[in-house]
């Protein structure tokens, strides 16, 4: 399996970007599919994420209601819609998948960078 996670880029604060995860090799049915970030010099931290399967959501308390997930059945991708975006919100995104029986990722897309300017 191998993620492909796209979208991001520089922008001003106030702005919006929409990340895509695509997966090659599988489908995301049966999966959750989860973005992260890491900031530089940061830990990795949990955004949000889908079960595939029931559409079900979660989001880091952090993301305060501007970041969105959804998936998109036809194109076999899963989005990030983030508004409102925060320089504290520059940092590379990544998206994952996991079993619903597995307790980490296992999967893993290479990032991609978003930046947000003051």
């Known amino acids: 399996v191998q993620l492909q996670a796209s979208g991001g880029g520089l922008v001003q604060a106030g702005e919006s970007l929409r990340l895509s995860c695509k997966a090659s090799g599988r489908t995301f049915t049966g999966y959750f599919v989860g973005w992260f970030r890491q900031a530089s010099g940061k830990e990795r931290e949990f955004v949000a994420h889908i079960f595939w399967s029931t559409n079900s959501t979660v989001y880091a308390d952090s993301m305060n209601g501007r970041f969105t997930i959804s998936r998109d059945n036809a194109k076999n991708t899963v989005s990030l819609q983030m508004n409102s975006l925060k320089p504290e919100d520059t940092a590379v995104y990544y998206c994952?998948?996991?079993?619903?029986?597995?307790?980490?990722?296992?999967?893993w897309g290479q990032g991609t960078e978003v930046t947000v300017s003051s």
């Open positions: 994952a998948m996991k079993g619903l029986g597995d307790r980490s990722y296992a999967y």
